[in-house]
């Protein structure tokens, strides 16, 4: 059983659409890590976020904002007004105790925002 | 501050040939990984150090790749005797400690076997 999934394989929405890729993970561990990751046409993957499985606050950063639900072990991810420049692959990874703390990644999902 | 660095970014070589690609880790980051992605896939997890120890060699594909980390510094990840399925980006990330922290990625190495 896949550890992190992103059932959207691709999305594509027009710019200032506001969106959200998901991410439910599964883990057997109470102290935890989850963590997005960018990586645009360019290959460099760019952090977003870290969060650890002790804080549920939702996270606010511009035009992006994270919710995390330990009830339904999602950790969503929203783009507000979506901009051409947002296109991209969305990863979304676990780091977990039970795998010696190894990000485990998702398959990421194609974020396309067209003009 | 300077980020992972990489090198080379692109790299043509035969089938059969060995090719070495480095990394670069942040400066004071005691963990540095290996990853590949073949293309349009996600990461694929190789190789970790810990300082200039790597206790988990599992993920490596097979017995052609190898990596060393001197100095707990610069990592060599080489692979011998190239085959056409390595063609793929290789990504280096560091990380201030192993566990939890957070992995910073380079540009990657962008390797095609011919």
């Known amino acids: 059983a896949q550890k992190v999934t992103q059932a959207q394989t691709e999305i594509s929405v027009v710019e200032k659409e506001d969106v959200t890729l998901d991410c439910v993970y599964e883990?057997?561990?109470?102290?935890?890590?989850l963590f997005w990751y960018k990586q645009p046409p360019s290959g460099e993957l760019v952090f977003l976020i870290r969060r650890n499985s002790f804080d549920e606050q939702n996270e606010i950063s511009g035009r992006y904002s994270w919710n995390f639900q330990k009830s339904t072990s999602s950790f969503n991810f929203t783009i507000t007004a979506s901009q051409v420049v947002d296109s991209a692959v969305y990863f979304c990874a676990l780091s977990e105790l039970d795998s010696n703390y190894q990000l485990i990644w998702g398959a990421g999902t194609k974020l396309i925002i067209k003009p | 501050g300077a980020g992972v660095s990489q090198s080379p970014s692109n790299k043509v070589t035969e089938k059969g040939k060995d090719v070495e690609l480095r990394c670069d880790p942040i400066s004071g980051h005691t963990a540095l990984y290996w990853y590949r992605q073949r293309l349009g896939q996600g990461l694929e997890f190789l190789i970790y150090?810990?300082?200039?120890?790597?206790?988990?060699k599992s993920g490596l594909p097979s017995d052609r790749f190898s990596a060393e980390r001197t100095g707990e510094s610069v990592s060599t990840l080489t692979i011998q005797r190239t085959q056409q399925e390595d063609s793929a980006v290789y990504l280096c990330?560091?990380?201030?400690?192993?566990?939890?922290?957070?992995?910073?990625f380079g540009p990657g190495t962008r390797l095609l076997v011919l």
């Open positions: 150090f810990q300082g200039n120890s790597a206790p988990d």
């Open positions: 990330a560091s990380s201030l400690g192993y566990g939890s922290e957070t992995q910073y």
């Open positions: 883990t057997r561990d109470t102290t935890y890590y």
